[in-house]
């Protein structure tokens, strides 16, 4: 029952009221704050096709390795992953995928959301931002509901405080599970949609500094586990988020991983390498397969090309690899 407003104590129930109406801004400014956003970076701050940064570890398909290294000619960042949508052939950097949409690369490509736009790197976090306010929405519209229809007379023509009981409790269980599996997939996970669904596996590529008494060499990797994933869902969070635990709630921040994306020059990827790749590394230094955690299928090779161009190697780029051939 609502109180009756005669109730002496009428100072406190007005004072709720603002209480409610108070959260009623905040979360409207929360959720088409972070959907604007969202929409904002894709429409007026596209960052599409990033150039790779020279990197000793790179994601690539082992086919690709195998006819880059073959034709004696990775790309010229040292890349042997080329997109093979549409034949354009364009040389993408770690955990760069194809966007449909517009025919266009973008680094850790989710989907194209028709309501914001393309989900990609810059804007994955307001976009989870967005499924999460828009749950805390549907909890406080649902508690809202709830609280006034308890107050209505019952002599409705139907059941109405059920229906609505039903379908509150139907939107909040919607948004609470869509809520819930983006942040463990794009956050706890660090799992965007082709990798966590289409590419069941990593494969990568670690060229060998070239030693004195060493050929070059390309290592090949196929993990069933992501080298990015940075050993824990809340380091994975604060990689996706932002490193401090109150920025996780602004989308308007970007993490850090945002604002360096592209000036890893001379880093060994485009994206921090977890510790799971620290152990696969270790366990190659070592040519240890037995020591090889279980996450790692068992294969793994090393592949040292008998027409390696040697004309490529003066080379002042700064590049690690091993074959870039020749461009004349
Ligand atoms: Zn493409």
Redesign the pocket.
């Known amino acids: 029952m609502l109180p009756n407003p005669d109730y002496p104590r009428r100072s406190f129930f007005y004072g709720s009221g603002v209480l409610v109406f108070a959260l009623f801004v905040a979360l409207q400014l929360a959720w088409l704050g972070s959907w604007f956003w969202t929409s904002f970076i894709w429409f007026f701050r596209r960052r599409p096709n990033p150039r790779p940064a020279p990197g000793r570890v790179t994601h690539a398909a082992i086919a690709e390795i195998i006819a880059a290294v073959q034709l004696g000619q990775p790309s010229t960042e040292g890349r042997y992953r080329r ?4 034949l ?3 040389v ?1 950097a770690d955990r760069v995928y ?2 449909t949409r517009t ?3 973008f680094a850790v490509y989710d989907h194209f959301c028709n309501w914001m736009g393309g989900i990609y790197l810059d804007n994955l976090k307001p976009f989870v931002a967005a499924q999460f306010y828009m749950f805390l929405n549907a909890v406080y519209f649902s508690c809202v509901s709830i609280y006034r229809l308890a107050a209505q007379g019952g002599h409705a023509w139907f059941n109405f405080q059920g229906a609505a009981l039903a379908l509150c409790l139907l939107v909040v269980g919607f948004t609470g599970v869509n809520a819930f599996q983006c942040i463990q997939d794009l956050g706890w996970r660090d799992r965007v949609a082709a990798e966590g669904k289409y590419e069941k596996f990593f494969d990568v590529a670690r060229t060998i500094p070239r030693g004195r008494n060493r050929d070059p060499a390309v290592d090949f990797f196929r993990l069933a586990s992501s080298p990015w994933d940075q050993g824990s869902g809340w380091a994975n969070l604060r990689e996706v988020l932002g490193d401090g635990v109150w920025k996780w709630f602004i989308p308007f921040l970007p993490p850090s991983r945002v604002t360096n994306y592209g000036k890893r020059r001379g880093g060994e990827s485009d994206f921090p390498l977890g510790p799971f790749w620290r152990q696969v590394e270790a366990a190659a230094e070592r040519d240890d397969r037995g020591e090889l955690p279980v996450e790692l299928t068992p294969w793994l090779f090393r592949w040292k090309p008998r027409t390696a161009n040697r004309r490529g190697q003066g080379r002042s780029s700064g590049v690690d690899a091993p074959f870039v051939g020749d461009p004349g």
């Open positions: 997109c093979t949508r549409n354009d052939g364009f993408l194809h966007c025919g266009q690369h």
